[in-house]
């Protein structure tokens, strides 16, 4: 009772990846909580899907299988979900911030009446002292993220409700196998016991979902553009100085809000958090919700006119300059450089 | 065909995207007077959706539902300029405060008093928190369906509704019937712009409480066209349990609140001159950054 539970997306019968960043962020929080990691799984044939999560340090896996689970459909999947939590009165429950988490997690917060933090970007414990009550709450979840437009970081605790309930962007939380040989223990659900067959009142009628072709995770260089880029023409040097050195593009949210990039480039909180060997940033201010999905980059250039603009302060190199004067110079003495 | 009642949930919210050097104060707080208010850009396209299936099903009507202070009676009137047909707004001391189950909670209880409904129809999410939770909220307190990140109305009828659905990787079309709540996403269609006829018929529209600093040569407008008078509901208006509403109703609290603090790191400035760039790539290159 009162452990920390996971809710686990499926996708093609893998779980994804955000599921396994919190499972492993969930490992740590459950250590110094001296609690069990719990993870819920829902969908079809999952037979075996424990080999995939057993391994993050999962001590109880739930697992509610039934062809009617897969796709995901909120209704049914709340209805699990919510019956779940009541039973076993968790402490704190963590979710992707996905097209999915984002769907179940409110429906789940407003049928239990707990609090829920969307797009958090650190999660802590810690305590919290009441001093109008006089009350001291001992081993809170801190839900810290940006808010107001980047101009503050709030840090959010749900004192008196539970779950505790918070939802994490992809790549925000690191990945890590706790130990390939972890056994814990697997309770499967009798679905019917949760869901009654008038929930099924979504039909999804046609399903096209692609493996993203843009792989920012993994690409050792990035080069990204903000709303500075100034217009798709010039963004499209992005692409061309990405190509040279072998790296992917980025975008700033502005960037992409100004139709120069699709979603799928957009870094910082409510995009994707990446960690490359190099940044280049251009044309980006730098406002904390970009710099969030970024600054754990391990060099970064900012090439900026505007010599005050914020990102300045945490890039290694600083050029003061016009993107389409200054990207140009730079494929051309790097391929005089290397040749 | 009977026409559909709907009610299209937004938010007046400020303009974070155009965040000023005078958005915070010397002690670390937010200006919020220095901020534009403006009506939440997905909520506008949300309305759009909702004149679409107006302008497909004759007798259709828009009710633009929102919470907050006076002054967001301000996007009421935005929405009746672009074509809603009334609106009603939630105003009390008693919702200050609010996180997002809180807003759901008092949002409902008004959607109750309106009464009968088909369909609920609201931005996905609003700049200012960008949670994406009130849309599905709402819902669960009603106990209805939701259809989320809706980017397109494939086909509505009196008893049943398809959409096209944006997620991350990709799309889905599906099938729900009536009655429930859609969140629109920013990539659906745009909001049309202010109608002239509707603009000179609305501009006069007021709340009780604007009435009262209103041109006194006005007043008669408002016995004479009935159609001026926005509702504005406070919380005795609405049935409602106070441990719900409010700061005492939410949850979720802010422990703290930190400026953003740059880390400083010590950079090298580089002009954009070809002999910098020059050495920038050939130091990039030597140190393995880059090649």
Redesign the interface.
Known sequence: MNNLFVYCEIEDGAVAEVSLELLTKGRKLADSLKCKLEAVVLGSNLQGIEKQLFPYGVDVLHVADDPRLY?YQ??PH?SVVVKLFEAEKPQIALMGA??IG??L???V???L???????CTSLEIGD?EDKKAGVTYKDLL??IR????????????????RPQMATVREGVMKKEILDENYKGEVKYLDVNQFVSPEEF????????????KVNLKGAP?IVAGGYGVGSRENFSLLYELAEV?GGEVGASR?AV?AGYAG??RQIG??GITVRP??YIACGISGQ?QHRAGMEES??I??INTDPEA?I???????????VA??IP??IR??R???K | MRGLKIIVLAKQV?D??N?GKD??KAD?T?NRAALPAIFNPEDLNALEQALWIKDNIPGTTITLLTMGPGRAADIIREGMFRGADDGVLLSDRAFAGS???AT?YALSQAIRRIGEFDIIIAGRQA???????????????LKI?????VEEIKSVDESRI?VK?R???????????LPLVLTVN??AAECRARNARLLMKYKHARTVSEMQSANEDYLHLYNDRPYLNITEWSVNDIESDPS?LGLNG???????????V????E??????S?E???E???E??SSH???
Request: charged share 20%; aromatic share 4%.
């Open positions: 796709p909120t209704l709340t996905t097209s984002r769907d997690g409110p429906r917060s407003s049928a009446h707990s609090g829920l933090t969307a797009d919290h801190y839900q940006p808010a107001f437009g980047g101009n503050i970081i709030a840090t959010i605790i749900n004192p008196d409700c009142v979504v039909e999804i009628i046609e399903r096209h979902i692609e493996q993203s260089i050195l502005a809000d979603h799928e909180q409510t060997k190099l904390i391990a060099q250039i900012a914020p300045n302060a945490i890039a290694d190199y600083v050029i003061t300059g016009d004067e200054v110079k730079m003495y790097y005089k450089n290397t | 400020p974070t995207r965040v958005a915070m670390g937010v996180d997002t189950l759901s700049i200012d928190g960008d949670t994406a939770q009130v849309g599905p909220q709402v819902a669960e307190k369906p939701q259809l989320t990140y398809v659905r997620l991350e990787r990709g799309v889905e079309q599906a099938a729900c019937n920013g990539t719900q939410s949850p979720t609290k802010v422990k703290k609140i930190d400026n953003v740059l880390q400083a790191k950079s090298r400035m580089i002009s954009s070809d910098d760039i020059e920038l790539m050939v990039l290159i950054a880059i090649g």
